[in-house]
């Protein structure tokens, strides 16, 4: 592809990208705007997952499980991860109950299609709502602003780096078999992006040593890089290229959530810890 060409496809990704940016840094004015924000995408990113997943023979009510989000986001909010693990456990009943209903009434499948839905519904809540929630109990907490706009930021540094440098300048590929597009060239762009916001991030605005920081920089790129695999790897399995198509240049909502929501679950676990 020529530059002018590249530049072009770029255009589209650039702006929705920074329009993404503006809308969450807004969301951080006040906690409950942070909590609308990501319903929205909770719910958006399971509908997209149910449809990405009936693509590969699983049957999912797309609406039941869009909106047994709501409970799971608003639940750990107001009432913490004893209101997280509660909603999501009370979700996936309903979810399967609804599943249920479906197969015995309307499709009358095997067994083990039956078996293969229920547990597909039991992924789809655990995958997006659930790793969402952890975002809101870091928001919830003290200083959870600052430490969630880290995590975010580090994971966009790494995003970023690694998808500029392996557009350009990628040519050794890192996981053929998992996602074609992914270079040695893009993965060290994305180690660097992480050591350095991830470090300053953490050291400047958590206030964390400098050794935490660290820490909190691999962390956050190792699960980064393992959500961006998996979820190629779902992808893949399912023959479909993207999660959805409503982000120009970006896929759909789950494939701007695929290293963001492990990466939230890995920020949840590093405040419990160490601060």
Request: no cysteine; net charge positive; hydrophobic share 55%.
């Amino acid at each position: 592809m020529e530059p002018k060409a590249k530049s072009k496809t770029l255009l589209p990704r650039v702006l929705v990208g920074v329009g993404l940016g503006g809308a969450f840094l807004a969301s951080l004015l006040d906690p409950l705007l942070f909590v609308f924000l990501a319903l929205m995408a909770a719910m958006a990113g399971t509908w997209e997952l149910a449809s990405a997943l009936r693509h590969g023979g699983y049957q999912i009510s797309r609406w039941a499980a869009a909106y047994l989000a709501l409970p799971v986001i608003g639940f750990s909010y107001f009432e913490g991860a004893i209101g997280q693990w509660l909603s999501a456990l009370v979700s996936i009943a309903l979810l399967s109950i609804v599943t249920l209903a479906y197969e015995l009434f309307e499709r009358q499948g095997t067994r083990r299609q039956l078996l293969r839905n229920l547990s597909a519904g039991v992924f789809v809540v655990f995958y997006v709502p659930l790793m969402m929630s952890f975002a809101v109990l870091i928001v919830a907490a003290d200083n959870g602003i600052a430490i969630l706009f880290s995590v975010v930021l580090t994971v966009v540094a790494i995003d970023t780096f690694g998808y500029l440098i392996g557009r350009f300048f990628g040519k050794t590929r890192f996981a053929p078999g998992i996602s074609p597009k992914k270079t040695w060239e893009g993965f060290i762009a994305s180690v660097v992006g992480a050591l350095l916001v991830g470090i300053s991030s953490a050291y400047f605005l958590i206030g964390t040593t400098l050794l935490l920081a660290v820490v909190f920089s691999l962390s956050i790129l190792l699960s980064a890089v393992l959500g961006d695999l998996s979820e190629s790897l779902i992808k893949r399995d399912l023959g479909i290229k993207d999660m959805g198509d409503i982000l120009p240049g970006h896929g759909g909502v789950m494939d701007r959530l695929d290293s963001m929501l492990p990466a939230a679950f890995i920020g949840y676990l590093f405040m419990l810890v160490f601060l």
